[in-house]
């Protein structure tokens, strides 16, 4: 597991590289979420896939940015699923993206994720790795190194208040319960890529972020294997929650296809609460 950490750590180096210096402009390709590729995502991806072809404990590979499941090594033990540039359409005007990665041993099933890791590519490199028996450990670079900050704690209750998906599209519930956290003194952090905002929140003590089922989609945007399952590890052992709209664990979650989608909460414990009053789970 440690080479894979270790890789993690080169590849980000090299990703940071690409978002100062690659051409920004789309590919002439789509995702299996039929969304547009920026140049950027295929590139990331490459820089991923070369990276982990060579570790002998990845079993195969499976990337938001790719439809199938890519076998690395027959004797390898982890399954690893990755966005490998979340937020890229946010590249263009600056503002921080990050790669998510979700280390799966056996089926791909959220009880089976054993770790998870995600870089922060802002005005520093963050990278944040979980495991299922430790709280999420922090490392930041500081002279090109990545460097230990120390473990991630979250409080009972936060402050921040980040919702996706498009306004008119929302549950009568759902909005109430977000009106009603604005009520309580709650303020908007919302960028747009779900890296950053979780990690704000999750650095800044609290708060709630949720990509819930609207009328347009109602499985909500955000991918299970790549998104949803790895940051609900963090959430979990950084003393946080993380549940579906019917009062799930997000680790529990399991997927039928590779780029499944799920509704998604992740906050304090307070939050969580609250939400599971308004929602009635
Ligand atoms: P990606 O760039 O990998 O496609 O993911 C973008 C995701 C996520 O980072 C973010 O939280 C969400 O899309 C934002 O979606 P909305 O614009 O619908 O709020
Ligand atoms: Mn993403
Ligand atoms: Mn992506």
Not at 59 to 71: F, P, Q, T
Not at 79 to 98: A, K
């Amino acid at each position: 597991m440690n080479q894979i950490f270790e890789t993690i750590k080169k590849i980000a180096f090299k990703i940071d590289h690409a978002i100062k210096t690659a051409d920004l402009g789309y590919s002439d390709s789509e995702n299996s979420s039929g969304e547009e590729q920026l140049k950027l995502d295929v590139q990331s991806d490459i820089i991923i896939e070369k990276a982990f072809a060579h570790i002998s404990s990845v079993k195969a590979l499976v990337s938001e940015e790719k439809e199938g499941i890519l076998e690395i090594s027959d004797s390898g033990k982890y399954t690893i699923c990755y966005d490998p540039l979340d937020g890229s359409s946010l590249v263009d005007v600056n503002l921080s993206v990050g790669s998510i990665f979700g280390i799966y041993e056996g089926e791909l099933r959220g009880e089976n994720l054993v770790a998870s890791a995600y870089v922060v590519y802002g005005p520093r490199i963050e990278l944040v790795i979980a495991t299922c028996d430790s709280k999420p450990m922090l490392y930041r670079v500081m002279d090109s190194e990545f460097k230990l900050i120390g473990e991630i704690e979250m409080k009972e209750k936060g402050k921040l208040n980040a919702s996706g998906g498009t306004q008119q599209h929302w549950a009568k519930q759902h909005k109430n319960f977000i009106d009603s956290l604005f009520l309580e003194g709650y303020r908007l952090r919302y960028s747009g890529g779900m890296v950053p905002d979780l990690h704000q929140i999750m650095l800044k003590g609290g708060g709630l972020f949720s990509y819930p089922s609207t009328t347009d989609i109602p499985n909500g945007k955000l991918r299970q294997l790549f998104e949803v399952i790895p940051f609900a590890l963090m959430y979990e052992q950084a003393g946080g929650e993380a549940i579906d709209d019917n009062g799930m664990r997000l680790l529990e979650l399991v997927p039928a296809h590779p780029h499944d989608t799920s509704p998604c909460f992740f906050g304090s414990k307070y939050e969580i609460s609250a939400l599971k009053l308004a929602y009635g789970i």
